[in-house]
């Protein structure tokens, strides 16, 4: 039974960075595809970028540029390293895994059989 748990959330002021990682057991983060969603208060879940079995990574407009996914295989570990953030980024953010060796931005939370229980990052002043 595979297990993501989320960790590197917390406060930052705009424009700062953070990084948060995700550690899998139970299930390899190798070719297959994994993501990183998030929750912001009083919306919706949605997909913020995800990285294929390929190592190619993909984001969502809003984030292009300002964040990216790693994954270090020898820990089992992916990474969101995000920068230049703002208070629009304040939401729980997620990592999830599919049986899939291709990653989805958008879709359906069933598209990703794993996910973490998130880490709230909050971003202001």
């Known amino acids: 039974q595979g297990h993501l748990v989320e960790s590197g959330g917390g406060f930052v002021q705009p424009g700062g960075s953070l990084r948060l990682s995700c550690v899998a057991s139970?299930?390899?983060?190798?070719?297959?595809?994994i993501g990183w969603f998030r929750q912001a208060p009083g919306k919706e879940r949605a997909g913020v970028g995800c990285m294929s079995g390929d190592g190619l990574s993909y984001f969502d407009d809003p984030f292009e540029g300002r964040f990216t996914i790693s994954l270090d295989k020898a820990s089992n570990t992916m990474y969101l390293q995000m920068n230049r953030l703002t208070p629009r980024d304040t939401a729980v953010y997620y990592c999830?895994?599919?049986?899939?060796?291709?990653?989805?931005?958008?879709?359906?939370?069933?598209?990703?059989?794993?996910w973490g229980n998130g880490t709230q990052v909050t971003v202001s002043s």
């Open positions: 999830a895994a599919r049986n899939r060796y291709y990653c989805a931005v958008h879709g359906p939370s069933s598209d990703y059989a794993y």
């Open positions: 139970g299930v390899s983060l190798e070719d297959r595809g």
